[in-house]
């Protein structure tokens, strides 16, 4: 395992909360809640993913213990949106979606545990119209040492409370600014990158008054790398947490390599 020392100040972490804030304003918004609803049109936070693009291919990147949920329901409800406001929704039968493991390990803590959820033609139009599709090119590489790369963000549902207000229920999508200690680690044909997560003072912007007690509703969630110019890069996707350690908390996601070499070649099965 590679330690890779990241320098923690309150610039980078402001940093962060503002790229976020920027980027949800301009509707550059890929993280998409997975909300599915039940018989009684109630809804459940299984988890988070981010919505990709590889050519005309348009899918839900995700960890497959989350889509597997899915399929124990009628109806997915896609959340869009932030904390501050009530998140826009997207209602798809869940007959007709594609689910596509990419892998599945047999102890959850190690991974590996990746899927896709195939999007409809049908839908991509609307999707469109509330959030962005994130281009799934090239495999970037990771330079956690240079100057201006160590800011990591973290986006996806917190925890599965859902929310009574106003007659409807809400369950916020919260803002997550990993600028923490990463660790890097290759099993088999997967790489894995372990936040550590010190929330106090830095480490995990809430906008919610309460200590995190649970990052469930991170599972499938998108790590992204703040590029020199202000742009995100994917390289990772949130499956397991650890939460043994209080003041060590740690989120583990599948790093890079793993997620763009496995993940294309589903996609490129669909061209």
């Not at 009684?40 to 299984?46: A, D, K, L, T, Y």
């Not at 932030?82 to 997207?90: A, E, H, L, N």
């Not at 996806?156 to 007659?167: H, P, R, T």
């Not at 003041?247 to 669909?270: A, R, S």
Request: proline fraction near 5%; charged fraction near 20%; charge should be negative.
């Amino acid at each position: 395992m590679e330690n890779i020392h990241i320098e923690l100040n309150e610039d980078s972490y402001t940093s962060a909360i503002e790229i976020l804030g920027c980027l949800s304003k301009k509707g550059y918004w890929y993280t998409v809640g997975l909300l599915p609803l039940d018989n009684q049109r109630m809804r459940h936070g299984i988890g988070s993913g981010v919505l990709i693009r590889f050519d005309d291919v348009y899918a839900i990147l995700t960890a497959d213990h989350v889509a597997d949920q899915i399929r124990n329901y009628p109806i997915l409800a896609l959340a869009f949106g932030t904390r501050r406001d009530i998140p826009q929704t997207f209602l798809m039968p869940i007959e007709g979606l594609v689910v596509k493991t990419i892998a599945r390990g047999e102890e959850d803590r190690l991974g590996p545990d990746l899927a896709l959820i195939m999007l409809p033609s049908c839908h991509v139009g609307q999707i469109k119209a509330i959030a962005s599709f994130y281009n799934f090119g090239n495999l970037p590489q990771l330079h956690f040492n240079e100057p201006d790369q160590n800011i990591l963000i973290c986006t996806g549902i917190l925890g599965k409370n859902i929310v009574e207000q106003d007659g409807y229920e809400i369950i916020p999508l919260g803002e997550l600014a990993m600028v923490a200690y990463p660790e890097l680690e290759y099993r088999g044909s997967f790489d894995y990158i372990t936040c550590l997560i010190d929330e106090k003072p830095l480490g995990v912007r809430l906008g919610l008054e309460n200590e995190i007690i649970s990052f469930e509703g991170v599972s499938g969630a998108p790590l992204w790398q703040v590029q020199k110019d202000g742009s995100l890069r994917l390289i990772g996707i949130a499956y397991y947490q650890d939460l043994e350690n209080p003041k060590d908390k740690k989120v583990f996601f599948h790093g890079p390599e793993g997620i763009y070499e496995q993940t294309k070649e589903i996609l490129m099965c669909k061209l």
